[in-house]
């Protein structure tokens, strides 16, 4: 459903991005590991619109969108749940939900709404509450929410476990894990390497820039202990 191939950013002389590739089915959840400074979320970034990539390609279903802006991007059915999830705070649940939904057909909204409701009950309960009185996990599943209002293919997700009690870090992994079975195809960036393992699919690994290893979830256990460690640990590793 996602392919990025060969994916360079650059901020002015700084190359930021040299070579990221990743891929995402539907129905499956593909981790982004990496060192802070590797380049996940100016990855993210530049694959949801935000930043212009210098090169590379992004596929969606196949039509390569790299380089078109964030909005239309969204029309191609991919979203960004960003880092530090962004609610709009002083509107309730249910009218953050309803901004996620502003480009889908007023007949589905509804429906869609019932749909993350099943599937968040919390919101549910919490729907008339302004998003900024909500606990970090309870925000996490709204901008979750918001972003399936949209009815995306592909849904990507900057480092949702961050600022998280441990006890919630469970809960929302198990939601991604759902969205994912419910036939969207997930791309997370994720520090905490034993969260993002415990639901993800394939992974992907990222060292200053590039994409060093790619593979089952099953067999990352070495790439992801280097990604934790650090580029100059895992410099020293292999030598």
């Known amino acids: 459903m996602l392919e990025v191939n060969d994916l360079h950013v650059s ?7 040299q070579g990221v590739s990743a891929k ?3 129905g499956r959840v593909t981790l982004v590991l990496g060192a802070n400074g590797a380049g996940k979320t100016t990855s993210l ?3 949801a619109g935000y930043h212009r990539p210098k090169s590379g390609e992004v596929l969606i279903g196949g039509r390569d969108v790299a380089g078109s802006r964030a909005h239309t991007i969204v ?8 880092e530090g999830r962004r609610v ?8 953050n939900l309803r901004m996620g939904a502003y480009r889908a ?7 869609t709404m019932d749909e993350v409701y099943d599937q968040f009950p919390i919101l549910q309960e919490r729907k008339d509450t302004a998003a900024g009185n909500l606990s970090g996990g309870e925000q996490q599943m709204l901008a979750f929410g918001r972003a399936v209002m949209s009815r995306p293919k592909v849904i990507l997700a900057d480092e949702p476990s961050m600022g998280l009690a441990p006890t919630m870090v469970e809960t929302v992994m198990d939601k991604v894990r759902e969205i ?16 993002g393992l415990a639901i993800a699919d394939d992974v992907s690994v990222i060292t200053r820039g590039r994409t060093v290893w790619t593979g089952r979830a ?10 934790v460690l650090g580029e100059s640990e895992l410099e020293s590793a292999a030598e």
């Open 11 to 17: 901020y002015g002389a700084v190359n930021a991005v």
């Open 24 to 26: 995402v089915d539907e």
């Open 45 to 47: 970034r530049a694959i």
């Open 75 to 82: 029309r191609h059915g991919l979203v960004l749940v960003p």
């Open 88 to 95: 709009f705070s002083t509107l309730t649940v249910e009218e």
């Open 105 to 111: 057909p007023k007949s589905q909204i509804q429906q």
């Open 180 to 195: 994912a079975d419910s036939g969207i195809a997930v791309l997370i960036v994720e520090q905490n390497a034993d969260a």
């Open 218 to 227: 099953a067999d990352a256990d070495r790439a992801a202990v280097h990604a």
